[in-house]
């Protein structure tokens, strides 16, 4: 096992070089005085005079071949340097994380649900192929992924916003948060106010939560219910099920022991990039709810051209994606030990 783990941690820095060759790649396809926000602050930038960009362009290397360009880029990548963002109007870095909390709230109340309720209804609907419950679990199934993501969200705010309005937090709790009382631990408002001891906060934060919540979790719970069930339809038709009732092991075994865990190999794939895609900030959800996460964020600074911030938010996916691929290959080995030795 931890040979196994091994192999997959070496070639993660191969992969992470990867992806930061293609989005240097891509943004080669800029002009250099678009570039120039990577390096030098918009403040300076709105005040320099044409001569002066040229002696920038210089300065910064932007002339040079694009080998050392990305080389140079790189050393800054590993300092934590992503430049600075005129939407934000904080460098990449910093921005990144003021909004990462708020995201990752959001997907970790997202993720129970949709993860635990899909494959616990997928194996459900599965068993009970062709019943009641399962033509129910179908059709729920079939109009959460049908369903838009944006038109559940303003069906869900044109319905209910009057109890469980849009945004983070009311306007009343500003100055409780402002004050020297208050002591934000983690950035996570529900986790705070529980470490504060503030309910009202705490039931504020909730009551924020529950509709992008429920958006999320209904969309992505429908992919993960239908793989679920589809894997757990073809495991159970396998000879080693049909032995297992030959021997007179208890059917509830025979499912959860012996099927169940054998059916989970495409759910993990897919419930790791969802998951993945959660953390990396849902752009839609968070706009329509207008939830100051990284999702909100990339969409701003894509609207207003802001290259820094877009280039540091496609950094920031494709690490995430690849630490979450290699989450999933850990979790196939314990899954299923053959894995391990392949």
Avoid at 37 to 56: C, K, T, W
Avoid at 98 to 126: C, D, H, N, Q, W
Avoid at 274 to 301: C, D, H, Q, W
Wanted: with cysteine.
């Amino acid at each position: 096992m931890l040979t196994y783990i091994a192999r997959r941690l070496l070639l993660l820095p191969v992969v992470v070089f990867g992806v930061t060759l293609l989005i240097f790649a891509m943004v080669q396809l800029i002009n250099p005085y678009k570039r120039l926000s990577l390096y030098v602050n918009d403040a300076i930038l709105s005040r320099a005079r044409p001569e002066q960009f040229d002696a920038l362009i210089v300065k910064y290397g932007l002339d040079r071949p694009v080998y050392e360009q990305y080389f140079g880029w790189l050393k800054g990548l590993a300092r934590g340097e992503l430049g600075y963002s005129p939407s934000a109007h904080l460098m990449v870095q910093d921005a990144l994380a003021k909004y990462l909390p708020a995201t990752a709230e959001l997907a970790l109340f997202a993720i129970i649900p949709l993860v635990l309720l899909g494959i616990r209804m997928g194996v459900y609907s599965a068993v009970h192929q062709n019943g009641i419950g399962d033509h129910a679990t179908r059709i729920m199934a079939i109009t959460g992924w049908s369903l838009p993501v944006f038109v559940a969200g303003l069906l869900l705010l044109c319905f209910f916003s009057q109890w469980f309005p849009a945004g983070r937090l009311g306007t009343w709790t500003i100055p409780i948060l402002r004050s020297a009382e208050w002591k934000a631990y983690t950035g996570l408002h529900t986790v705070d106010a529980l470490l504060n001891r503030n309910w009202s906060i705490f039931l504020d934060a909730l009551r924020h939560l529950l509709l992008p919540v429920i958006t999320l979790s209904y969309i992505s719970w429908a992919l993960i219910l239908r793989v679920t069930r589809s894997s757990m339809l073809e495991t159970l038709r396998q000879d080693y099920v049909t032995t297992a009732r030959a021997k007179g092991l208890p059917e509830r075994k025979v499912i959860y022991r012996h099927a169940q865990r054998n059916a989970l190999i495409p759910v993990v794939t897919v419930a790791g990039w969802t998951v993945a895609g959660l953390l990396g900030g849902v752009v839609i959800t968070e706009t329509i709810f207008n939830f100051p996460g990284l999702g909100r964020f990339a969409a701003s600074a894509a609207l207003q051209l802001d290259i820094a911030a877009v280039l540091g938010f496609a950094i920031f996916n494709g690490v995430l994606m690849v630490t979450a691929n290699l989450v999933v290959d850990v979790l196939y080995a314990l899954i299923d030990p053959r894995v391990r030795l392949e």
